[in-house]
């Protein structure tokens, strides 16, 4: 007995720890350039962009995941499923065997998340802070939802652009918004965004959005550009403390348009329930 239980914490320390070897961290973007005039084809191209690819209504897929907080850092695998703009659900595996330690759902108003490991269940509101709890970044659903799709849809009309910058192979467009700006930068060569930086009123960036590694998908006959990495940082201080958040999601495969249904949660049985508002940090850690 006292070998299976050596044997087990040895499994176990492997599940946990198995994930911090070769991890990514996510390097700020500059951004410089010279402010030019904005052009009709400028015009067109900011348009085109911030539709963010309308034909895409879900993914289905597998990911390499990357978290790290001012506190932690864990590499996860995930089967991610989303179905855009009303829910998503991720399976989340780690460490160098590959458990699941936890399933997560995610609506527009409610999460749940199974902590497999420590047969338990959480439930909570979906808001910024739990978010942050169950995996490492308060961005809000909306655009966490939409950052791992890589189709972020930048609602600002034309008239809310204040600048256009031009650089090598890039071009970047600032934009008033309600809470301050957003520093919206394409690639006009293949028409894609390259990356997106939210500030506040004070100028001081929030969050940042990479988007890395673009393939061609074809979807319902038409060819569509996807990014297969996604990183966002955020700029804030939360539960995990003051500095940087980080996630990294690198996708392995994926489909996209194959879901349709709702993604329904199955309610775990004998668990012990727990209300996420009063959970600490990342509880399926």
Sequence with gaps: MKGKGVLFCVLFMLVLGGGCADFRTVGRQELSGEQVELSAEQTALYHEVAKASPIVESLDGYADVWIKTPKRQ????????INRGHEARLIVSAGLLGWP?????????????????????????????????????????????????????????????????????????????????????????????????IK?????????????????????????????????????????????????????ERVFNTIGNSLKFSMPKKVKVVNLDDATVLPWM
Excluded at 74 to 81: L, S, T
Excluded at 219 to 242: C, D, F, R, V, W
């Design 74 to 81: 864990n590499k996860v695998f995930c089967n991610i499923r």
């Design 101 to 197: 330690v936890a399933d997560m759902f995610l609506s527009t108003d409610s999460l749940y998340v199974h902590d497999m490991l420590n047969n338990r269940l959480f439930l909570g509101s979906n808001n910024n802070l739990n978010l942050e709890k169950i995996i490492g970044v308060n961005s809000g659903f909306p655009l966490l939802s939409e950052a791992l799709l890589g189709v972020v849809n930048i609602t600002e009309p034309l008239s809310a652009i204040r600048s256009v910058k031009q650089a090598s192979g890039t071009l970047i467009f600032n934009i008033a918004t309600r809470g301050g700006s957003k520093d919206v930068v394409i690639n006009p060569s293949n028409r894609t965004l390259s990356a997106l930086l």
């Design 200 to 252: 506040n009123h004070q100028g001081k960036p929030t969050t940042e959005i990479h988007f890395k590694n673009y393939e061609t998908i074809v979807i319902n006959g038409h060819n569509t550009l996807l990014p297969k990495q996604i990183e966002m940082i955020l700029y804030n201080s939360g539960a995990e403390g003051i500095g940087e958040h980080q996630l990294v999601i690198s996708y392995d």
